[in-house]
């Protein structure tokens, strides 16, 4: 079973409409969530860190949102550029207090069109 | 310079032949990883480097070899490899081995025939 599950996989939309992509997460204790962009051909770019439930941080038209079992990556009125592969990962606490590794999920390609 | 770079951009090679991964980060951090990305899969930990030491090693085949001779540098030594390590391959790069975001290079998109 998948500990990072981000869906839909694909989502293509209009410029101008708003939507928001979704990261759910099954990990006994949360240290963080991340959300990354990737471009074709190019690494992934950090987005945000969240680290607790309720909290929110903002960039651009870019939203995202934390519960406890999972994250929204909130996008207003898109444009073109905004267009890429959005991945989740968990940084989750190990048995003993210590932090693990990050935990991606497959991404969500997004396709803003004009 | 970018922050982490990686050489080469591109590689295919023959499932009898030796080749190297480079990378290297100008961000002064203290940790460098290796990431595999496959299509339809999430990327995957290989390897994990903290001040030159690894301390972590994902289970993987000993057809991969890394080395970090200095914090700013990191290798990934192939050699006989599989067509189903095709994939690309990611140098990651961040302050400390906390909660940290990663800096991540563009990859190196390799070919196994």
């Known amino acids: 079973e998948d500990q990072v599950t981000q869906s839909p996989e694909a989502l293509r939309l209009q410029e101008g409409e708003s939507s928001s992509l979704n990261c759910s997460y099954t990990?006994?204790?949360?240290?963080?969530l991340f959300w990354y962009r990737q471009d074709p051909g190019k690494g992934p770019e950090f987005l945000f860190t969240?680290?607790?439930a309720g909290e929110e941080k903002e960039k651009e038209r870019l939203k995202a949102t934390l519960t406890k079992k999972e994250s929204f990556l909130h996008i207003t009125a898109p444009k073109p550029e905004d267009s890429a592969t959005y991945l989740c990962?968990?940084?989750?606490?190990?048995?003993?207090?210590?932090?693990?590794?990050?935990?991606f999920g497959k991404g969500t390609k997004l396709s803003v069109k004009p | 310079e970018t922050g982490v770079t990686q050489t080469p951009r591109h590689l295919v090679m023959g499932m009898t032949n030796k080749k190297s991964l480079k990378c290297e980060q100008h961000l002064g951090h203290n940790a460098m990883y290796w990431y595999k990305q496959s299509a339809k899969k999430p990327l995957e930990l290989m390897f994990v480097?903290?001040?030159?030491?690894?301390?972590e090693n994902n289970s993987v085949p000993s057809r991969f070899s890394p080395e970090c001779p200095n914090s700013s540098h990191l290798f990934l030594h192939l050699h006989t490899l599989q067509p189903e390590d095709s994939a690309l391959y990611l140098c990651a790069s961040s302050q400390g081995q906390g909660v940290e975001k990663l800096f991540f290079g563009s990859g190196t998109q390799l070919s196994v025939l």
């Open positions: 480097y903290s001040l030159e030491e690894r301390v």
């Open positions: 990962a968990v940084q989750e606490i190990n048995k003993g207090g210590s932090q693990g590794n990050l935990i």
């Open positions: 969240l680290y607790s």
């Open positions: 990990v006994s204790g949360l240290r963080g």
